[in-house]
């Protein structure tokens, strides 16, 4: 429910809601929010709120030794987005790390020298901390880095998340689609890359005067992104259209001939695989797990993160050349279906229920 809920927050939720389905229970502790309550119940969830986005760490583990220490758990999951909770320093129940990515030095990217270097030296601990913890990660970028960093390669499960097959589809066929539509999808925030869009779309305005860009998202880098916009004399193309609801979003990609997911590093990508879903092919950077989650040369391509010359040519060359881009629609479809949040479920369960019992990956 938060409104900057993304990826990771999804990928949890469809894990635990399919636990609490099978007779587990669960509570979540959660990040407050403007208008939030600070105790809530969904889908089975018990959800507790505190702290904001500049203290979580410190407010979570307050709250859980004013209100569960005294409780009986079988097994505590840490996500691990950002900054560590350094939760095997304080529960009493087996940890289980749950990783979409790291950080590392794209911390600063987004925030300041400070923030960026806080953020640095908190992951910096995870070997030393974790060191007992077994983990499970999305994607073999993440696994390569865990283990990179000094955790042991055994302790690490690799699940991939999953799709929801019944929310996502085509509507509008592939070959329907005459405009060509640009789309971004995703939070705005610096470190998530639209600004390598904006810049890279002067260069396919030149190729394609008739093409617009979408921005599908919301966040604190809006006000910059539209400022860019406006800089590069490219507002009249570009439209910023928010947060969408789930039934306006999957429209969008519908409207789409080409998704772009620029950003540097990515837990797994699951917008590029939702915009395949939709029979849309992806350019995005050659990062971290957009090289799992995009198929280079069948279901997209991929560029060198930065390079807005090469973005633009790759965002040109599937704009313009048809056949090519029906064939990674296509394959793109097939590709998405490969994917299921129960399947997600039933091999995270199997993580889950060993972490418990003290067995490692």
Same mark, same amino acid.
């Given at each position: ?10 990928? !949890? ?31 089975? !969830? ?13 407010? &979570? ?44 030095? /794209?911390?600063?990217?987004?925030a300041s020298p400070l923030v960026g270097a806080v953020v640095w030296a908190h992951e910096s601990l995870i070997p030393l901390v974790y060191r007992k913890v077994p983990f499970l990660v999305i994607s073999d970028s993440t696994r390569d880095d865990l283990v990179h960093r000094g955790i042991a390669r055994d302790s690490i499960s690799v699940v991939r ?9 085509? /509507? ?21 890359? =639209? ?55 999957? =429209?969008?990609?519908?409207? =789409? ?13 699951? /917008? ?11 350019? =995005? ?25 090469? &973005? ?50």
């Amino acid at each position: 429910m938060h409104p900057e809920a993304g990826g990771a927050e999804l990928h !949890l939720s469809e894990i635990l809601r399919r636990a609490v389905r099978d007779g587990d229970r669960v509570t979540w502790l959660s990040e407050a929010f403007p208008g939030s309550r600070p105790e809530d119940s969904i889908e089975g !969830l018990r959800v507790l709120r505190k702290g904001s986005w500049y203290n979580t760490h410190l407010a &979570l583990a307050q709250l859980y030794r004013q209100r569960l220490r005294g409780e009986r758990f079988d097994l505590v999951i840490e996500d691990i987005n950002k900054v560590p909770f350094f939760t095997p320093c304080y529960v009493r129940a087996p940890v289980l790390a749950v990783v979409p990515h790291l950080f590392g030095s /794209t911390a600063f990217r987004e925030a300041s020298p400070l923030v960026g270097a806080v953020v640095w030296a908190h992951e910096s601990l995870i070997p030393l901390v974790y060191r007992k913890v077994p983990f499970l990660v999305i994607s073999d970028s993440t696994r390569d880095d865990l283990v990179h960093r000094g955790i042991a390669r055994d302790s690490i499960s690799v699940v991939r998340c999953g799709l929801d097959q019944e929310g996502y589809g085509i /509507t509008a066929r592939p070959e329907d689609r005459s405009e060509p539509v640009v789309l971004f999808l995703g939070r705005l925030r610096k470190y998530k890359g =639209a600004q390598y869009v904006l810049r890279a779309f002067p260069n396919v305005l030149r190729a394609v005067p008739e093409a617009r860009l979408q921005i599908v998202g919301d966040g604190p880098y809006r006000s910059a992104l539209e400022a860019l916009a406006r800089s590069l004399q490219i507002e009249a193309r570009v439209e910023f259209l928010g947060a969408l609801s789930h039934r306006d979003k999957v =429209a969008a990609l519908n409207r =789409a001939q080409v998704v772009t997911a620029p950003s540097p590093k990515e837990g797994w990508g699951l /917008t590029a695989i939702e915009a395949n879903a939709c029979g849309v092919p992806v350019v =995005a950077s050659r990062s971290p797990g957009l090289v799992e989650s995009v198929r280079e040369g069948e279901t997209g391509l991929l560029v060198r993160h930065g390079d807005t010359e090469e &973005l633009a040519g790759a965002i040109v060359r599937l704009l313009t050349d048809r056949p090519l881009r029906l064939a990674m629609a296509a394959a793109g479809r097939v590709w998405a279906q490969s994917f299921t949040w129960e399947r997600c479920y039933q091999e995270s369960r199997a993580v889950l229920v060993n972490a418990a019992q003290g067995v490692g990956a």
